[in-house]
């Protein structure tokens, strides 16, 4: 079955930087697009990131755009999020995600990431 696995969230000082990746099973990895969501409390999930099945397009919500990086290894079935410079309203929990269908989206359990002095 289909299993995305996140891992590298943590807590971190505002500036600091930390990657997180997610390990993808259960479909061919190579095929299709993968993004990354995030959900602060009591605020929506919002889309961060989007990396197409190459890895050659990608996409990023404006308020993480030259801070945050999306990038994939279709030979390890991962897909990572470099995040820079962080601030405080980037605390969330983050989720990576694939659609394989119109009607079949799945997501990774998530992983915690705290900005904080």
């Known amino acids: 079955q289909v299993q995305l696995v996140e891992s590298g969230g943590g807590l971190v000082q505002p500036g600091g930087s930390l990657r997180l990746s997610c390990a993808a099973s259960?479909?061919?990895?190579?095929?299709?697009?993968m993004s990354w969501y995030r959900q602060a409390p009591g605020k929506e999930r919002e889309l961060v990131a989007t990396?197409?099945?190459?890895?050659?397009?990608?996409n990023y919500a404006d308020s993480v755009k030259g801070r945050f990086s999306i990038s994939r290894d279709n030979a390890k079935n991962t897909v990572y999020l470099q995040m820079n410079s962080l601030k405080p309203e980037d605390t969330a929990a983050y989720y990576c995600?694939?659609?394989?269908?119109?009607?079949?989206?799945?997501w990774g359990q998530g992983t915690q990431v705290t900005v904080s002095s």
């Open positions: 990396i197409s099945w190459s890895g050659l397009n990608t």
């Open positions: 259960g479909f061919t990895f190579s095929r299709y697009t």
């Open positions: 995600t694939t659609t394989l269908t119109v009607t079949d989206r799945y």
